[in-house]
Every structure is written in C-alpha cells, then in structure tokens.
C-alpha cells in the first residue's frame, strides 16, 4: 500500500463545477504539499500546509492531522484548471524528502 | 528569473551510452533532488543533496551518480544508460521542506 493515496485517479467536470480532489497518508508527517502539473510541463507548487486550511484564488486546501486527509478544492472550476494534482508529504523522519501520491487527472469540459 | 534550471528538456540516448543532466538553482537553497517520473508510478525520488559536499540516496539510485560542489548545482550522471531509463526527470529545490519547493521545468529521456 502506498503511503500517500489519492482520490479519484481521474475527474472529468463540465466548467463551473466545484471539484475536490482527496489524499491521504498514513505516515507521521511534517508538511503536506499540492502541486500540479500541466501537460508537458513542469511541476509547480500550489500549496504547503501543516495544519488548517489555505486558499489561493479558487483554489483551497484543507487538512486534518488527525485523521490524516487533506483535500483540494477548486471552485468555479475553468478548463484551464485541467492539469495533474499530485499530494506529496515531507515525513517527520526523512528531513526535507518528498514522498508523492500518483496523482489525479483533472479535465475540464468547456 | 529566479528558480530551477534543467538541461537539456530532451535528449535521445544510444543504450550504453552515458550523460548528465544539469541543474541549477540561484535561490541559495540548501536542499536539491533529482525525481524520475514514469506513467502510473507517480515521482520516485532518485537522489537528494542537503547541502554541498552532502548527498544521499533515494529510492531508486542505481544507474545513477550525483554530485554537489556547489549550493548551486546538482548535476545527475548516467553512467550507462538502459532503456530502462527512459522517463522524465525533474530536479526540485528547497530552504527546507517546511518552505515549499521549486521544480525545474523537466527533461524527457529517451533511451533506445
């Protein structure tokens, strides 16, 4: 089993829909992060978080230290948003290394 | 611009053949890795520098040096590159793993 998990693997939302996007871990961590990746480019980081809650724009992550979830929501959602999300968490005990989730298709229909 | 660079973005290698994937970062930042990215397996972490003269290995080293001379640069060698490698790679630094973290813009490996 992996240590980060994400749900759904793939989402498909017609513009203007809120979308969630899950992750999970069952490891002692320090940080989570969000990043996404667009096709055939690079990674960029959306968000870090250790406790609450954090928004950017319509974009909004949560998370639950103590049941070990967090989510990404994109609210109002827009084609340009269709991209990778991928969840990474940085351990409590492996210092500034990256462990990632597989990610989850986002498309987005106009 | 600030921020992570990688060279080259594409390269085609003969197996057997080896290279080295550049990497550079201009924000000072202690921490630097090297990730390979296949379909269905997410980002695997290759190897990891936490600060000059440091590094260490990731999850799947094998076929693959590092080196940091500098804060600056973290340069990924193939020795002999096998098909096996084909992927794309990404570099990413950071202050720290509480700071966020910057990626380079990717290179995509083809071993034939």
């Known amino acids: 089993k992996n240590e980060v998990e994400q749900s759904p693997q793939n989402l498909t939302a017609q513009e203007g829909e809120f979308i969630t996007i899950n992750c999970s871990y069952s490891v002692g961590i320090s940080a989570l992060h969000w990043l996404q990746q667009h096709p055939g480019g690079g990674i960029v980081s959306l968000f870090m978080l250790s406790s609450g809650k954090k928004k950017h724009g319509r974009l909004i992550a949560t998370i639950n230290i103590q049941e070990k979830h967090s989510s990404l929501h994109i609210t109002a959602s827009h084609p340009r948003d269709s991209a990778v999300y991928i969840c990474a968490v940085t351990r409590e005990t492996s210092g500034s290394r990256l462990t990632f989730g597989e990610g989850t298709q986002l498309t987005v229909n106009p | 611009n600030a921020g992570v660079t990688q060279t080259p973005k594409f390269q085609v290698l003969k197996t057997g053949q080896s290279m080295t994937l550049q990497c550079a970062q201009d924000m000072n930042h202690e921490y630097m890795s090297w990730y390979r990215q296949d379909p269905g397996m997410g980002l695997r972490l290759i190897h990891y520098s936490v600060g000059a003269g440091i590094t260490d290995q990731g999850e799947v080293p094998n076929g693959y040096n590092v080196s940091r001379s500098t804060t600056e640069d973290f340069p990924l060698r193939l020795l002999s590159a096998a098909p096996s490698q084909t992927s794309v790679y990404f570099c990413?630094?950071?202050?720290?793993?509480?700071?966020?973290?910057?990626f380079g813009s990717g290179t995509r490996l083809t071993v034939v």
């Open positions: 990413a630094s950071s202050y720290s793993g509480q700071l966020g973290y910057t």
